[in-house]
């Protein structure tokens, strides 16, 4: 599969939602792939991409983003707080804000630094025990304490159950980010982007659709 062809599946799904192609952002998984797979995909023009682990996101694109301008870098993955300034360094965007140690700490910094990623705020839908997230029925109070420390909250993130239909979990995040008046929604991976689309997902996290099977 090539970025051509998901850009084309990206736009054909908005259509069919009634939606224009330009409402949604493609972020290209790169994290655990050669540079060998993701040069190509630079060199075709897309400048949007996922990290999940800030330390390889640094050592790869250190060198690489200055080499193509425009390139942003978005935190996908589980972040510690001794790494949310590097995090907040070098990312345009963070899409797993998941507790309040790490709102405080991002706070503190923005403060400090007067900058700020564009955050969204992971609700684990699916209320697994393992995986990182606020619970649905806390994230209305947590986005209320995010919004109370300045921080910028454009959204909700969400990676559903493995095992399970994803489009309850789409429209339950929808429901949730419209009562809290939040327009960004990052949901949708190699296996369900389409439905994330139709179900109104304005940012798709797609890796191994775009760039092969990564190394474990
Ligand atoms: C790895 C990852 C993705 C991409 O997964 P694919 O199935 O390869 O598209 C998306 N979101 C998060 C949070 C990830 O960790």
Redesign the pocket.
Known sequence: MSLDAITARIAQAAREAGRAPEEITL?A?S??QPEERVLPVLEAGQRVF?E?RVQEAQSRWGALAPRFAGTEIHI??PLQTNKARAAMEMAHAI??LDRMKLATTLARLAQETGRCPELFVQVNTGAEPQKAGVLPDEADGFVAECRRLDLPVVGL?C?PPAEEDPAPHFDLLREIAARNDLKGLSMG???D?ETAIARGATHV???????GA?AS
């Open positions: 972020i998984v994290k655990k996922g999940n996908i993955g899409h797993s993130m990676i991976m190699s296996g982007f996290r797609v890796g191994s659709a775009i760039f990564r």
